[in-house]
């Protein structure tokens, strides 16, 4: 498994999954762009690494708009010249009753799930193509491919397009040997759960057959794998991390 200098495109690495996944992949001796909307917190991430002997750079933005999809992919061809993995991570996941559903949440989840997932993919594989190598993994989740609990309705449909967008993106990159997968995560002990009251938490817990949540680092154990160069045959897949939950 190698991703020995390759530049990496990290989003929502501030913390949580993407913070252990540009941890993980620095590790690996990759070149990681650490990118959130948390500026003070990427350049923490940033130091992490560094500290650890690795490479990494912040460009925080908000990746919610096509403006800023292009920007961020300018930017890191300007500071290393080139990228070859890019991991679709930053979501958000605010707990709305059905009834409750407003059209601007609606719309902010869209923009922030999964219209970069579509307009960065885009921007990254137009640099990819040059170089016939490419890899693009896209964070999902159990509930786009079941449906979501816990006031997740319009999340899960947000998940569940970006499995559909991974298959479709997938198709029309193959010819540039850009290799597009997704990981969908059960739930995970990050910030994003925390919103989940502690009854919930128990009655989740109690259908995993591993019988907990998991550690951000576990899904980036199942990412990094997918950013491999010596990972050559698996595109369109959805990786299922959930200790079990959902079998499908
Ligand atoms: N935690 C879970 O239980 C769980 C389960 C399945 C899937 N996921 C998915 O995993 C991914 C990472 O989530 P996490 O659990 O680490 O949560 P998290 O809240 O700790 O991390 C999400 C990151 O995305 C960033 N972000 C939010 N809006 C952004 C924007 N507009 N622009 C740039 N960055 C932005 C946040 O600042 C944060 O650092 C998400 O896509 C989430 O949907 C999480």
């Not at 190598?133 to 449906?147: D, L, P």
């Amino acid at each position: 498994m190698s991703v020995q200098d390759r530049v990496a495109i990290v989003t929502g690495a501030a913390r949580g999954i993407g913070a252990a996944t540009a941890g993980l992949l620095a590790k690996g001796g990759a070149k990681v762009v650490v990118t959130d909307i948390e500026a003070a917190l990427s350049e923490q991430v940033v130091a992490d690494i560094r500290a650890g002997g690795g490479e990494a750079i912040a460009l925080p933005c908000d990746i919610s708009s096509v403006e800023a999809c292009e920007r961020l992919v300018a930017d890191t061809l300007a500071h290393y010249g080139r990228v070859e993995i890019l991991v679709n991570n930053a979501g958000i996941c605010p707990r709305i009753p059905v009834d409750e559903m407003t059209e601007a949440m609606f719309d902010r989840m869209m923009s922030i799930n999964l219209k970069p997932i579509f307009f960065l993919t885009r921007a990254a594989c137009n640099a990819m193509k040059a170089q016939q190598f490419g890899r693009v993994v896209n964070v999902s989740s159990t509930g786009g491919r079941i449906g979501g609990v816990h006031n997740a309705t319009v999340y899960s449909a947000t998940k569940g397009g970006v499995l559909a967008m991974t298959k479709s993106l997938a198709r029309h990159y193959a010819p540039w040997n850009i290799l597009i997968n997704a990981v969908a995560p059960g739930a995970v002990n990050t910030r994003m759960f925390e919103s989940v009251g502690k009854e919930s938490l128990e009655a989740y817990v109690d259908t995993v057959p591993l019988k907990r949540l998991a550690e951000a680092e576990e899904i980036a154990q199942a990412i990094v794998p997918l950013c491999s160069a010596s990972m050559t045959w698996v595109t369109g897949a959805t990786l299922d991390v959930n200790g079990g939950v959902v079998m499908v």
